[in-house]
């Protein structure tokens, strides 16, 4: 069986790949949401700065904006309601596209298999909630977890895994984890073809339920 995706092996992209399995990645709205205060902090320094007199005490005493471009705007009402209009529609846009990038589920990637000898040139997709449950199905009859969960992130060509056990009050950590390694996400990895499956696991304690109690 060949390999149906060339994985990427450069270490930058392997620790790209270990980020997005530990937690999903909000680099994209951290960077326009500095971007847009460092473009309001420098716009209102400059203005600070104009008032104070720094660009000359004649211009601190003007107003913010240059009178020809009072006049002109005066001169054009129209225009410039139409310009305010549609500055305002796309700053809404832009906010609506914002938000709705921040909101949007958290990508879980199918895997296309390559193509099987007996089937010729059919490939077999295997959906990431498959492969997700099969880890889970796998890790949860470990001994010492109580139940577990995984989940597929990341892309198709650059998958990654989290999963979460929750253990027993008897579980050797030690051994779930190494375990885990060389039982389940071996298996995992031969099974969708992949050299690379960077994985997060999170522990938790399992908490029976307790019994009721009869008065």
Not at 13 to 41: D, F, K, P, W
């Amino acid at each position: 069986m060949t390999a149906g995706v060339q994985r990427p092996t450069d270490p930058a992209a392997l620790r790209r790949r270990a980020t997005a399995a530990v937690a999903r990645s909000a680099a994209g709205e951290r960077a326009v949401a500095i971007v847009l205060g460092l473009v309001l902090l420098v716009g209102g320094t400059l203005v600070a700065l104009l008032s104070y007199g720094v660009f000359g005490a004649g211009r601190a005493s003007r107003p913010l904006l240059d009178p020809m471009i009072v006049a002109a705007l005066q001169a054009q009402p129209l225009v410039a309601r139409f310009a305010a209009i549609a500055c305002g529609l796309l700053l809404t846009v832009l906010g609506i596209v914002w938000a709705a990038h921040a909101l949007r589920p958290e990508n879980h990637p199918d895997l296309v298999l390559g193509p099987l000898a007996a089937a010729g040139d059919t490939s077999v997709v295997v959906s990431a909630h498959a492969a997700a449950e099969a880890v889970a199905a796998q890790a949860g009859e470990l001994p010492g977890v109580g139940r577990a969960r995984a989940r597929l992130v990341g892309t198709e060509a650059a998958p990654a895994m989290r999963v979460t056990l929750w253990l027993t009050d008897d579980a050797n950590v030690r051994d779930v984890l190494a375990r885990l390694h060389s039982e389940v996400l071996t298996t995992a990895r031969a099974s969708l073809e992949l050299t690379e499956l960077p994985v997060a696991v999170r522990l938790e304690l399992d908490h029976p339920h307790p019994r009721p109690r009869v008065a």
